[in-house]
């Protein structure tokens, strides 16, 4: 298999590729915040973008990389008083040899570093391994006699091994000439301190209900109700599209109907829900009836806390986790549960438990726990 044909780790399926993306949507202070950098010639060698999965971080390190490879050396930071305006946003024209050499992916002077294909395995590796890294250090070796900006993209930064970390953390401090590396994190917490220390950080926020619809149609993707996807996927275009593409609005509805039976379960519509995880094939359908399921005991927990789980994301939802969760003891009670399930169900999953009978125990669950709140 060439590696052209090798699945990309940094893909959403359904969904452009980042270096594809012609807009990044709801993002502007980000990007403000970058060009504000530049502008005044305080262009860090390395900018850690972070926020929630899916909100933009990807498009935005591309975007940054694009800018950066196809803008003279000597635009903008207040070096030259004639040097032309700073782009603003960070836009560089489709047909710019650097915007087609990237499309195409033969940017000599951008490396991409992400989890690699294991020929043994014939998998994609779990990691990002510390030859990855060294990769990267022999390609900005070779290309330093061609002169000009060159850029690093580590996607994500989060799934480097230890010996790999400190790999780029020796990179990171001593960096060579003219180098930008753009580490894209969603658990920033994750990373080596040293790390996060030398890079200036950069924040992503989740993306209002019109912003993720404006993406997603963007994307080519039907947003449907948007405002219930923003809810389930917490503002992640990411996210959205994956609830798209598995009918995940349905799917919640389904289980907002289950629990309104609740404290005395309709069994015949729990078989079902639990069947449907048991379908072949159904990886992707039992994952997301699983992040559902806790998503839903999440907003349990929520609206006892505090009286209110915000907008609606199904049907009759709001009435039926106000009758659930009462109070704030309730609340205690749900986010007790939510915790214990979420382990039984990484357990489960971890074991290759039925799906069935996983799916089928975490209903018997929560209708337990509503049963004795009805006591």
């Known amino acids: ?171 990171l401090e001593e960096p060579p000439h003219g180098v930008t590396f753009l580490l894209v994190s969603h658990q920033p917490s994750r990373l080596l301190p040293t790390i996060r220390s030398r890079c200036r950080e950069l924040r992503l926020a989740t993306l209002r209900p019109d912003d993720l619809a404006e993406a997603m149609a963007m994307a080519g993707v039907d947003a449907g109700n948007s405002t ?47 069947e449907k995880a048991a379908m072949r094939g159904a990886e992707e359908k039992l994952d997301l009836l699983l992040s559902l399921m806790d998503l839903f005991l999440a907003r349990l927990a929520r609206t006892g806390a505090l009286g209110t789980a915000g907008a609606e994301a199904a049907p009759g939802e709001a009435a039926l986790l106000a009758r659930l969760a009462p109070d704030a003891g309730a609340g205690r009670r749900w986010a007790a549960l939510h915790q214990s399930l979420g382990a039984r169900a990484r357990h489960g999953r971890a074991v290759n438990l039925d799906p069935a009978a996983l799916i089928l125990d975490m209903v018997l669950k929560i209708d337990e726990a509503a049963r004795e709140g009805a006591a």
């Open 1 to 171: 298999m060439s590696e052209e044909a090798h699945p990309e780790p940094d893909r959403v399926e359904g969904a452009p590729h980042p270096r594809d993306t012609v807009r990044l949507i709801g993002q502007g202070g980000a990007e403000a915040a970058f060009l504000d950098a530049y502008a005044a010639g305080r262009l860090h060698h390395a900018w850690l973008l972070t926020g929630p999965l899916g909100v933009g971080k990807a498009t935005l390190a591309w975007r940054i990389a694009r800018f950066l490879l196809a803008t003279p050396e000597d635009d903008g930071g207040g070096l030259f008083t004639d040097a032309p305006p700073t782009p603003e946003p960070l836009d560089i024209a489709p047909d710019h040899p650097v915007a087609r050499r990237i499309h195409a992916g033969s940017e000599g002077r951008l490396f991409v570093l992400r989890r690699a294909w294991d020929d043994e395995k014939k998998r994609l590796k779990t990691v990002i391994t510390v030859d990855e890294v060294r990769r990267m250090k022999n390609f900005l070796h070779m290309s330093a006699t061609d002169g000009g900006r060159r850029a690093v993209i580590v996607d994500p930064a989060d799934e480097m091994n230890v010996a790999a970390a400190n790999a780029l953390l020796k990179m």
């Open 228 to 274: 219930a996807l923003a809810v389930l996927a917490a503002g992640s275009v990411g996210e959205a599209i994956r609830l798209a593409n598995l009918d995940g609005l349905d799917t919640y509805a389904s289980i907002v109907s289950l629990f309104a039976t609740l404290p005395r379960l309709d069994r015949m519509q729990a078989l079902k829900l639990a």
